[in-house]
Structure formats: C-alpha cells, structure tokens
C-alpha cells in the first residue's frame, strides 16, 4: 500500500504527512481503507470494477460523492474530503470521514430507533435538491418485475439442476402469485412521482449516534421509488429483530402525517413481493460464485427468513412451509460444509 499512502500524503487534508493506512473491509463492489492522522479518522472507498456497463465505478462515485456533499450539511452523511481517480490504478475513489455511532444492524432497535430511521429516510424522501441523478434500484413495480422475472427465466435451469426440487418447484409455484400481484397492482405506480432515495437502505448502512443517524454507502443516490425503499428497509429490519412488529412501528412511523395516501398502499404491495426477488438475486449471487464460498450462518439464516415470510403472504399452509424452508436449510447447510471440505483439500494440496 506504498503508493496509496505517499499519494495520500498530497492530498490537502493530510497536510503532506501520509496517514496511518490498513483495509477496512473488502467488499464485493468496493474496498475500504481506514485513514487515521492528527486531523481524526477517515475512510478511503476504492470502487471496484463492475460487470454492468449501465453502472461504472464512475457512476457509483459521483452520486455517492454528490448524496455526501449534500446531506452532510444537515447531519444525515459523512463529511466528504476527497474524490476523484486514484493516481496508477485508475480506480475511482471517495474518501469521507468516520461515522462514530453504532450501526443499526448490530443493535436491538427501540421503537425511538426505529422512528429516528423512519425521520431519516423521510427526510431523503422529502428534499427538494435535484442532483440530477438516477437511482439503480426500481422506479416502479411494473420495472421490478420485469427484472425479477427476466432474473427468474435466466436461472429456471439452474434453480431446477443445482437445487432440492422441492425448493425449485415452491419458486415456481411462486411465481404466478407475485405476478397477479404485480399485474393487480401496477396502475398504483402511473403517476407517482419520484424522490430522491437513498439507494441501500440496509440496516448495516444505519448508523445510530444518541439521538443521530448518520446513513453510508450512497453510492445507488438518486431519484427512485420511495415505496420500494420503505420496503426493503422494513423487510430488513423485520429480519435483524425476528419479528414482523419492529417493522410494523418503523413503516407506521414514517407513513405518519404523510399527505399521500396511495403511498402506504404502494408499499403494502411491494411488502408482499419483494421478498421473491431478494430470493432470487441472493440464490444467484451465491450459484454464481466460482468457488462456491460457503454461505456464511447469517446468510443463511436470512435467506430462510425471507423464504418462510414469503410462503405466509402468500398463505401456503404451515406444515408445507416448515418442510420446504427446512428442505433449503439442510441444502445451504450442506453446501456450507462441502465447500468447507472443499477449501481445506485445496489449502492441504497447495502446502504439498
């Protein structure tokens, strides 16, 4: 990391003396350095290249770097510092200071959390600042499920080969339902307008400071789809605490004096079929990884979280959903331990 830390060091806010550098995290689409020198604690976020020519490291950087230089201002992001391209690599890349607090994902939320939440993305929602940008996530339902089920006929063969059939034919089976949904309710999307969203509106992206809450990772910024955000939020949150009731209160909460009525109806809908997409876009994360990392237990655990959720909306009787869920279970805990044997027989034979 030489050449990282001597660039750093012209950078304006570390004075010419190059910052104590180490990974932070190395994630999928990004990997994070921790900066720490006299003037405090920062993070480097170095865009990784993307398989999508719709969504470049450039792309992700200037709506993240735009969500920053707004809405640090009033307290809900990062301080930005820097962005731009790293010098020999090429990469695009932001640094912004350290979120102190505590991310809403490793805590048991109270309901004032979960209100301060629901403030939060409300506040995303209501501002009038126009960036000029595009979400990646849907901007209406008719789009996400013309999505979905293009993801869903892509991987027919590979969910019915790689799969138990009991999980592949319940999938199947699924698919009709979601989509009456979709064709029932899409005329509640013709007209709505859209808001700025946020873009990951996870919980791990959540951070709680007493009585802040400062939101990171906003490279998906950009105008969207309110409903599908309040969706995805709560259906996470759901997840994080076990209960439906948790969500319940942070979905309430931010509906609470809002002057649209069709918006509480828009995320109800969208409540019922997100989780048959998350299904299907996690299953193939996983299916398309070419050494089959092991799922690791809170993947697991979310997956059967939000497969079980998805047989009660659409009323599957409890003794059929516990046998199904508890057929995936036994699968991903299966391939949990192959690919655990598998990786210990690679190290063995790279020691030889």
Not at 24 to 31: E, L, R
Not at 270 to 287: A, C, N
Request: a negative charge; charged letters at 25%; glycine letters at 8%.
């Amino acid at each position: 990391m030489g050449f990282i830390s001597d660039w750093l060091a012209t950078l304006p806010p570390f004075g010419g003396a190059p910052p104590n550098i180490e990974i932070f995290t190395d994630g999928k689409s990004a990997c994070l350095y921790r900066l720490e020198w006299g003037g405090g604690l920062a993070l480097l976020k170095r865009y990784k290249a993307t398989s999508s020519p719709a969504r470049t490291g450039a792309d992700k950087r200037r709506a993240e770097a735009a969500a920053l230089t707004h809405f640090a201002q009033i307290g809900l992001a990062p301080e930005l510092l820097w962005e731009g391209v790293m010098p020999g690599s090429m990469d695009d890349a932001l640094i912004y200071r350290w979120a102190e607090g505590t991310r809403a994902a490793d805590q048991v939320l109270t309901n004032d959390q979960l209100e301060l939440l629901a403030a939060a993305l409300r506040t995303v929602h209501s501002d009038a600042h126009n960036p000029k940008l595009l979400s990646p996530a849907p901007r209406t339902l008719e789009g996400w499920w013309g999505h979905t089920h293009e993801l869903y006929r892509d991987m027919q063969m590979r969910l019915a080969t790689e799969m138990p059939i009991e999980i592949s034919d319940t999938l199947s089976r699924l698919l009709q339902p979601v989509s009456g949904d979709v064709q029932a309710h899409k005329r509640f999307w013709q007209g709505a307008p859209l808001t700025l969203v946020h873009g990951r509106p996870e919980p791990a992206n959540m951070i709680l400071s007493e009585d802040q809450v400062i939101l990171k990772n906003w490279q998906d910024f950009g105008f969207g789809d309110p409903s599908y955000e309040l969706a995805a939020a709560s259906h996470l949150l759901a997840e994080q605490l076990g209960e439906e009731e948790p969500a319940r209160h942070f979905v309430d909460s931010y509906l609470d004096g809002t002057e649209d009525n069709m918006l509480a109806r828009r995320v109800e809908i969208y409540r019922r079929v997100w989780p048959f997409g998350y299904l299907l876009s996690t299953i193939k994360s996983y299916l398309d990884q070419i050494h089959r990392l092991p799922v690791a237990p809170h993947e697991a655990r979310s997956i059967a979280f939000h497969f079980r959720d998805l047989l009660t909306t659409y009323e599957w009787p409890g003794p059929t959903s516990d046998r199904v869920v508890a057929v995936l279970g036994e699968w991903l805990a299966d391939k949990q331990e192959n690919t655990a044997n598998g990786t210990d027989e690679q190290t063995a034979a790279s020691r030889l």
